[in-house]
């Protein structure tokens, strides 16, 4: 698929417990959460490789923990993408939370 001309928007789905990222209308990429108290605890992020090298994932991304801190929550970056955003952002370390034992088995519950 060609690069779009039209500018990604970025949705959060509280429905889905997910953030999407739409290209002309079409979902390109997803990266899914669940709430634990003030934490929000991201365990998979993903963009269609019809979308790939358009940097749409750390859009998403940024969008995503710009809305965590807006809300005034907490972030887990289980998810190993989050991670690896956030180690190259340091500015959403004030609002990051170490993955923990506790945290795994919660989201573990939770997936079923």
Not at 46 to 72: C, P, W
Request: include cysteine.
């Amino acid at each position: 698929m060609s690069q779009s001309s039209a500018t990604p928007v970025v949705e959060r789905v509280d429905a889905e417990n997910l953030y999407e990222i739409l290209v002309d209308g079409r979902r390109a990429g997803v990266t899914a959460y669940r709430d634990h108290g003030e934490q929000r605890v991201f365990f998979h992020t993903e963009v269609d490789t019809a979308y790939a090298g358009q940097g749409l994932g750390a859009q998403l991304v940024q969008h995503a923990l710009d809305d965590v801190r807006a809300s005034g929550k907490r972030i887990v970056p289980v998810c190993p993408y989050v991670a690896k955003f956030l180690k190259r952002h340091d500015e959403f370390a004030d609002i990051t939370d170490q993955v923990t034992p506790d945290v795994l088995r919660w989201l573990e519950s939770q997936l079923g």
